[in-house]
């Protein structure tokens, strides 16, 4: 057995790198290596990269004491070089929760480009790609269209422990929690992105009137979701007719990665769409 095991282990290290946009394989303890099955494309060099972190773990991430000592500058460039000295500069108002490779905010870059939107995601080398991605999307469309791309980025951190952290009372316009971790077992329910607790994070940071987007393939996690954003009184779902006209719906369904998986497995999705109420007087 250890010789298989180191057998299958230099195979892998072997497998070939591409420069593409195709997701990165994922690892997990159900991931089960098929000489058989149609190898994925790797991303170079990022091609092992596990699917799950744990967000109540004490991992060091670094953030700003207060979203005023944030400083956006380095994620876009683009919107501060022509800013007098000394002036603020504009800060994310869409925010992606666990964005994963970036395939929503690639989708909606384009129909937003007054916007900056920001991806949260707790993995390093996940993160690392989707910087990456965007900095090769900015030079190759710089010549046609100089502002492509310039208002996405994303960032390493834990979204269920700093999210106050990074934005100001009612910064957010949209928030997005899409194919999140469903963590099966009952005894890790507590690791869920959406919980009431959170849910009070979450309407803080978002404006009255803004918009949280719901997302995923799994019909109890769906189902999680909806009961908990139902029992909070500064959120109400959205009719899902209304929510269908959203022109962000079409890429919160079917821009993101997992959402093409899901529809390669002809699988079903569920969406769940809440506007924030104002707070009471």
């Not at 480009?113 to 390093?124: A, F, S, V, W």
């Not at 329910?189 to 799994?218: F, Q, S």
């Amino acid at each position: 057995n250890m010789e298989k095991q180191e057998e299958a282990m230099q195979v892998d290290q072997a497998q070939p790198l591409a420069a593409d946009d195709s997701e990165p394989e994922e690892t997990g303890p159900n991931h089960q290596p098929n000489g058989k099955k149609k190898k994925k494309r790797k991303i170079r060099p990022y091609h092992r990269i596990h699917a799950h972190r744990n967000p109540l773990s004490d991992a060091n991430f670094e953030y700003p004491v207060n979203p005023s000592a944030m400083d956006w500058s380095g994620m876009y460039p683009a919107f501060y070089k022509d800013l007098p000295a000394g002036a603020p500069g504009p800060a994310p108002t869409f925010a992606d929760i666990g964005c994963g490779y970036g395939g929503l905010l690639v989708s909606l870059s384009p129909l937003f480009p007054d916007k900056l939107l920001i991806g949260m995601e707790i993995r390093t080398k996940v993160v690392r790609y989707v910087q990456e991605r965007v900095d090769e999307l900015r030079v190759r469309d710089a010549a046609k269209v100089p502002m492509a791309f310039q208002n996405i980025n994303a960032l390493e951190t834990n979204a269920m422990k700093y999210l106050p952290n990074f934005f100001s009372k009612g910064q957010l316009e949209k928030i997005f929690f899409l194919y999140p971790d469903p963590h099966f077992q009952k005894s890790k329910y507590r690791r869920r992105v959406i919980n009431l607790p959170l849910l009070a994070d979450y309407a803080y940071v978002l404006k009255e009137g803004g918009i949280a987007y719901t997302c995923t393939d799994v019909k109890d996690l769906h189902d999680w979701m909806v009961s908990h954003f139902n029992a909070h009184p500064l959120f109400e779902r959205i009719p899902d007719e209304e929510a269908m006209k959203d022109p962000c719906t079409i890429h919160v369904m079917g821009g993101t990665e997992e959402g093409k998986k899901v529809e390669r497995a002809q699988g079903s999705k569920y969406l769940a769409v809440y506007r924030r109420l104002p707070s009471p007087q």
